[in-house]
């Protein structure tokens, strides 16, 4: 976590372009080989950054209170991971979304954001699996996949949404709220097991 916090430290402060990997594996503490070791490239190195936000965010639905419904779970999360103070500190969102605006002029950025978020739909729907088993009668893996995509969606749009202007972290325009009127949007979509 050390390198993707130094890539992302490097990344805002003097520019993507201007940083490159011998700048990140030194602000590290490591040598330029052992960075290769970890990343192919600089832009990949913080992906454990985008990876543990979506951490977060899986594991507040799998420990969201017993008995709540998938929607009532998925709330319970957003709550909880995407409202500073909670889940994240309002200095690691405000390193978040300098990170999202990097990806406008980076489609290297963008890929690795895009991947971190396609792997952690991936990671929902095992959740909701465990969770929630096959839910209703003729609910599969199918359903529960897409479900995940929609999940992993309403969040990545809220945030993506949040970090392309300069709205603060807390208020009507935080992305927890942006996420909850998108899943408020989402009324009556079949989530599966509840």
Request: net charge negative; charged share 25%.
């Amino acid at each position: 976590m050390e390198i993707a916090q130094a890539a992302a430290s490097l990344f805002v402060r003097q520019g993507l372009r201007a940083t490159r990997a011998e700048d990140i594996a030194r602000a590290a503490g490591i040598a330029p080989r052992t960075f290769y070791r970890y990343f192919a490239t600089k832009e990949e190195a913080v992906a454990p950054l985008y990876a543990e936000g979506a951490q977060r965010w899986r594991e507040a639905v799998r420990t969201a209170p017993a008995g709540m419904t998938v929607p009532q779970a998925l709330e319970h999360a957003v709550r909880y991971t995407l409202t500073p103070g909670a889940g994240v500190t309002a200095a690691s969102w405000q390193l978040g979304r300098a990170l999202l605006q990097l990806t406008d002029s980076s489609p290297a950025l963008a890929r690795v954001w895009a991947e971190v978020c396609l792997e952690s739909e991936d990671r929902l729907a095992e959740v909701l699996r465990e969770r929630w088993g096959n839910g209703e009668e003729g609910t599969g893996d199918g359903e529960l996949r897409f479900a995940a995509a929609v999940a992993g969606a309403v969040v990545r749009v809220a945030v993506e949404s949040w970090a392309a202007d300069e709205s603060p972290a807390s208020g009507s325009e935080e992305p927890a709220a942006g996420a909850l009127r998108n899943l408020a949007a989402l009324e009556g979509f079949a989530w599966g097991g509840g």
